[in-house]
């Protein structure tokens, strides 16, 4: 497989393998670990619905339909990640240990945190059984990333955005359980914002320095994840609000922040000059997130403005992620999402 650094220079992650062994046509082989977040995408969609239905009374039935989306998008994803786990246990492994690709590992366990609160209306038994699985996965990546990182040699040209999602991830295990009635889920709750607040801020800001100090400019086919510098303000800002159960004045300055950040962002990353992939799924999870953060503190604000502001943001993503399934639809039945990279 070949990932691109963020120079724009391909990196081979199939050195393992002889020429002889490498397929040139399409294959399981090259099926991106980065696909997953297109679950994290529609979760966040759907648990957008769900909450405009509690705040504006729209129909159960459009968050159930994305939803039931979600669920069965992610067991086939898991179904075919798995085979290419047995049948190329080499172009996994060597995905994990990516500098950059490694990180969207994440995405998977991220999904499965959702996938909890997804379920949650069917089955509270389920959910926190999902959600313990999660939280679970999510520790053991952040601990393997951060051990893998204070190795040291660690490139500084390989500080891109998608360095976030471990951090975020341990934040989103809040997200899906801050009200969960177990009385040892508070402590990991705890835990995981402690960790997943420090990891995303140390990370943001290497990242930021490099975006801004860096001669060479982010690849092309990676500047759709520049949006992920929102998710650790809007993921954070649910988060707080879900174990705390309330809004206050710290909570509002983590969604205005995320706020100012996709404003910033929104026009250096939707062009026509960047081709689609399966990268593009790295704007859904943090629009979602910053959707849900919008909803939630127009209900606690009660300001018109704000309240329009939420509206306006749900469509857009709802809009984007009908798009971008519609894209990917299109790259599987082509072949490309599988070809050789």
């Not at 966040?44 to 994305?66: E, K, M, P, V």
């Not at 500047?223 to 992920?228: A, E, F, G, L, Y």
């Not at 939630?296 to 300001?303: P, S, T």
């Not at 018109?304 to 502001?309: A, I, K, Q, Y």
């Amino acid at each position: 497989m070949l990932l691109r650094a963020p120079s724009g220079a391909s990196i081979n992650t199939t050195q393992a393998l002889s020429p002889a062994e490498i397929p040139r046509q399409a294959s399981i082989r090259y099926l991106p670990v980065n696909l997953f977040a297109s679950v994290m995408g529609l979760s966040g969609l759907a648990l957008a619905w769900r909450q405009a239905g509690h705040q504006f009374g729209t129909s159960a039935l459009i968050d159930a339909a994305i939803g039931s989306l979600a669920v069965v998008v992610f067991a086939v994803l898991c179904i075919a990640y798995a085979a290419k786990a047995v049948l190329h246990p080499c172009a996994v492994h060597n995905e994990f240990r990516h500098p950059i690709a490694g990180n969207f590992f994440g995405t998977i366990t991220i999904a499965v945190l959702l996938i909890s609160s997804v379920v949650a209306p069917l089955s509270a038994r389920a959910s926190e059984i999902i959600w313990g699985i999660g939280a679970a996965s999510t520790v053991a990546l952040s601990f393997t990333i951060v051990s893998r990182m204070l190795r040291g040699k660690v490139d500084a040209g390989h500080s891109v955005p998608a360095w976030l999602i471990p951090g975020v991830a341990t934040l989103d295990i809040t997200v899906a359980g801050g009200t969960l009635p177990m009385a040892w889920a508070r402590e990991v709750n705890l835990f995981a914002m402690a960790v997943g607040t420090t990891m995303a801020l140390v990370f943001f800001t290497m990242i930021m320095s490099r975006l801004i100090h860096h001669h060479e400019k982010l690849a092309s086919d990676m500047v759709p994840s520049m949006m992920i510098l929102i998710a650790p303000f809007e993921v954070g800002f649910l988060a707080y609000t879900s174990f705390f159960q309330r809004i206050d004045t710290f909570a509002a300055m983590l969604f205005y922040f995320g706020l100012f950040v996709f404003f910033s962002l929104v026009f250096k990353i939707f062009k026509r000059s960047i081709p689609f992939a399966a990268g593009w799924w790295a704007l859904s999870f943090p629009l979602a997130a910053l959707s849900n953060a919008a909803l939630r503190y127009a209900e606690h604000a009660r300001y018109l403005p704000v309240t329009v502001l939420a509206v306006a943001l749900l469509v857009f993503l709802s809009v984007l992620i009908a798009v971008l399934l519609v894209r990917t639809i299109h790259l599987v039945a082509s072949g490309k999402l599988l070809a050789p990279k």
